[in-house]
């Protein structure tokens, strides 16, 4: 027997506050982190390539992109794509964020091997730091473990997704910050589009991703 209208809206909400609380229960454990991914991403040279597999590949797709937005230049790579050869489209000066939140994934950890033995920097974003994968890095960022039953059957990827993409996105408005990249820049390079037409004024405070005044 089907359920009813009443049975399937508390469905509904039951999902949408056990991903809130997943992603809230990110703060006040992962800033410091978030600072020191960032800190490194401006080191480099090169660019940051993500990647990962799966819903973590969208993920990392994801996060290329708003890295990209942001003023931090990023690419998406597949892991199987770059084991069939998209490898040789990183360098020693880029620095590779992969993500995998149970670290099992046999292609991201035979991936990060292989891109540590060439001298490639690999930060490992997962909730398994004693995972293979983790292991293969250069530095290991452990997540928050999901709440219970925040993912159905602890199997499908829903709040731990969000929660992946909630730490992205500190990490792209942060670098943001550190580089001093506008809104205005954002406009610069995003000139189609909803944001290309309501642009920035040039020297607009409010352009800014720090408040004046604020430390950083």
């Not at 410091?32 to 990962?52: C, D, E, N, P, Y």
């Not at 890095?137 to 219970?148: D, I, N, Q």
Request: net charge negative.
């Amino acid at each position: 027997m089907s359920a009813g209208d009443d049975d399937l809206t508390g469905l509904a909400g039951a999902v949408l506050a056990r991903e809130s609380r997943a992603v809230a229960a990110l703060t006040g454990k992962v800033e410091a982190q978030i600072v020191a991914v960032a800190r490194q991403i401006l080191g480099i040279s090169g660019k940051v390539v993500t990647t990962g597999s799966g819903t973590s590949g969208i993920m990392a797709e994801r996060l290329a992109h708003l890295l990209s937005v942001c003023g931090t230049p990023a690419v998406y790579l597949p892991s199987m794509d770059a084991l069939h050869g998209g490898i040789g489209a990183i360098t020693a000066s880029d620095m590779v964020l992969a993500i995998s939140k149970t670290g099992r994934s046999t292609e991201l950890t035979t991936l990060t091997d292989r891109l540590v033995r060439r001298g490639v920097e690999v930060v490992a974003l997962t909730e398994n730091a004693e995972s293979p994968f983790a292991s293969a890095a250069t530095t290991v960022v452990a997540l928050p473990p999901t709440l219970a039953d925040a993912d159905p059957g602890d199997m499908i990827a829903m709040a731990s997704t969000l929660a992946v993409g909630a730490w992205g996105d500190a990490l792209a408005v942060v670098a943001m910050a550190l580089r001093g990249h506008t809104l205005h820049d954002v406009v610069d390079s995003h000139p189609a589009g909803g944001v290309g037409a309501r642009g920035i004024r040039p020297g607009d405070e409010s352009a800014r991703v720090v408040a004046p005044g604020a430390s950083s």
